[in-house]
C-alpha cells in the first residue's frame, strides 16, 4: 500500500473509482489533473459535510471522560470504523472535537434517510 494517503484511497476505490457505500468517500468523485510536464496526478473532489438538517435524528449523548469517539460509533452504530458518521452529524471535521467532555453528540441516521426523532 502506498504511503501517500491520495494515493491510499484512490487504490481502495479500485479500478471503477467507487469507495464502497460505507466510506465517507462513497459517492465523492475522482478526478485527475495534467501538469504542464505532463505528468497526471489523480485526487479526490472535495467532500462537503451534509447540512444538518439532513440527519434525522436518533438519539443524543453526552460524552463522559475518556469515552472514544471509535467506542461510541461501536455501540450507537456498530462499526467503530464509521466514526466520520457522527462528525458529519455534528458538523465537524477532526474527529477529536467529539470527545471533548461534556458535548452532546447527536447520533443520527445516515443523511438523507427519513425517520428518527424528528422526522
Known amino acids: 500500500m502506498s504511503s501517500d494517503p491520495v494515493r491510499a484511497l484512490l487504490a481502495l476505490a ?3 473509482g467507487r469507495f464502497p457505500p460505507q ?3 462513497s459517492g465523492v468523485e475522482t478526478a485527475a489533473y495534467t501538469g504542464a510536464d505532463g505528468r497526471i496526478v489523480a485526487y479526490l473532489r472535495r467532500r462537503f459535510i451534509p447540512a444538518a438538517d439532513r440527519f434525522a435524528l436518533l438519539q443524543e449523548h453526552t460524552v463522559r471522560q475518556g469515552e472514544r ?3 461510541l ?3 450507537y452504530l456498530g462499526d467503530p470504523e464509521a466514526f466520520w458518521r457522527i462528525c458529519d452529524a455534528n458538523g465537524a471535521m477532526r474527529p477529536a472535537e467529539m470527545e ?3 458535548r452532546t453528540l447527536r447520533i443520527t441516521l445516515p443523511a438523507g434517510l427519513p425517520g428518527g426523532l424528528n422526522g
Open 69 to 71: 469517539l471509535d467506542h
Open 14 to 16: 479500485g479500478t471503477a
Open 73 to 75: 460509533t461501536a455501540r
Open 23 to 25: 466510506s465517507r468517500y
Open 100 to 102: 471533548e467532555e461534556g
